[in-house]
């Protein structure tokens, strides 16, 4: 009887594609993935330029201004802090070296709840850590904080796959390796936060990198989202606005006349719905400018002008 040999699926035809997704993932992006040394703690960056620069989060390397880089090629870097934006929780780095592997930045507008995503950072110091998992939801909310100034991140990307400290900083990719986000936060298990990267981050980082910082208005006011009554509802088209609580004094909200309870439903010419709509509208462009307010006040429509002033910190 003759013997039959059967022969084996070589190790790459028994990856699966969900294998082989997450593998090619990991080995485009863990050269440009760094792990962040510093005097107290440290966490994960990202090199977007061949010069140099890292995003990280700006909690990762809250009250230093350097320290160390090692690259799973063995490279180890000094670095400098070129500017931090606490209340979208994002900085910028500068390492001293040139041809470094840059990442390629994706757009986290496209995803969709169900896809794919790739973890690569250095938890607890484990350099070059990659988990996998799916995005778990869009459009949550991440409140950060910079002194007495409270903001909340807008369109926050959860994820299951596994995050754990010294993650913070380290890149959320899609299947193509494109960088998607940057992780900040590890709420529960199997519930990891990220900051995306799109249109409104990619100003920030840009402003961190040339700026050292990135500017942003303020108007005086604490408030929250409150439906309109139905009749104003119909006749604006949209069915809530911003109730003013309070009117910080000697602001600019103050100066234009603003009160407790007015409801703002619109700013610039733009709508306002909730107070994410009123954050992405107050930024640094109307410093100092002359804007138009439409705020409801006892069931009536009021026009008023504001100089938004500039948010320290």
Same mark, same amino acid.
């Given at each position: 009887m003759a013997l039959r040999f059967v022969s084996l699926p070589s190790e790459e035809e028994a990856l699966d594609a969900y294998s082989q997704a997450v593998t090619g993932v990991a080995e485009r992006l863990s050269p440009s993935v760094a792990n962040v040394r510093l005097r107290r703690g440290g966490g994960s960056a990202v090199v977007i330029t061949p010069d140099g620069f890292m995003l990280t989060s700006a909690h990762v390397v809250a009250r230093t201004r350097a320290g160390?880089?090692?690259?799973?090629?063995?490279?180890?870097?000094?670095?400098?802090?070129?500017?931090?934006d606490p209340l979208s929780?994002?900085?910028?780095?500068?390492?001293?070296?040139?041809?470094?592997?840059?990442?390629?930045?994706?757009?986290?507008?496209?995803?969709?709840?169900?896809?794919?995503?790739? #973890?690569?950072?250095?938890?607890? =110091?484990?350099?070059?850590?990659?988990?996998?998992?799916?995005?778990?939801? &869009? %459009? *949550? $909310?991440?409140?950060?904080?910079?002194?007495?100034?409270?903001?909340?991140?807008?369109?926050?990307?959860?994820?299951?796959?596994?995050?754990?400290?010294?993650?913070?900083?380290?890149?959320?990719?899609?299947?193509?390796?494109?960088?998607?986000?940057?992780?900040?936060?590890?709420?529960?298990?199997?519930?990891?936060?990220?900051?995306?990267?799109?249109?409104?981050?990619?100003?920030?980082?840009?402003?961190?990198?040339?700026?050292?910082?990135?500017?942003? #208005?303020?108007?005086?006011?604490? =408030?929250?989202?409150?439906?309109?009554?139905?009749?104003?509802?119909?006749? &604006? %088209? *949209? $069915?809530?606005?911003?109730?003013?609580?309070?009117v910080v004094e000697g602001g600019p909200a103050h100066r234009a006349g603003m009160r407790p309870e007015d409801l703002i439903v619109e700013l610039d010419g733009t709508p306002i719905e909730g107070m994410d709509a009123l954050q992405r509208v107050v930024v640094g462009e109307l410093i100092g400018r002359a804007v138009r307010a439409k705020v409801v006040r006892e069931g009536r429509e009021r026009e008023l002008e504001l100089v938004p002033a500039e948010l320290d910190g």
């Open positions: 160390r880089a090692s690259f799973v090629d063995g490279r180890e870097l000094e670095f400098q802090v070129v500017g931090s929780d994002l900085a910028v780095l500068r390492a001293g070296g040139r041809e470094l592997t840059a990442a390629e930045l994706g757009d986290a507008e496209q995803l969709r709840v169900g896809q794919l995503v790739v #973890a690569i950072g250095n938890p607890h =110091g484990f350099t070059g850590s990659v988990t996998a998992g799916v995005v778990s939801a &869009l %459009g *949550r $909310s991440l409140p950060t904080r910079s002194g007495a100034n409270v903001r909340v991140v807008d369109n926050v990307i959860q994820t299951d796959a596994a995050l754990n400290p010294g993650n913070s900083g380290g890149a959320l990719a899609d299947g193509r390796g494109r960088v998607i986000g940057i992780n900040t936060a590890v709420a529960g298990v199997g519930l990891g936060l990220a900051v995306p990267i799109n249109t409104a981050t990619r100003r920030i980082v840009a402003a961190l990198m040339t700026e050292g910082r990135f500017r942003r #208005a303020y108007l005086g006011i604490a =408030g929250g989202p409150r439906p309109l009554p139905p009749r104003l509802a119909r006749e &604006l %088209g *949209r $069915s809530a606005g911003v109730e003013v609580v309070q």
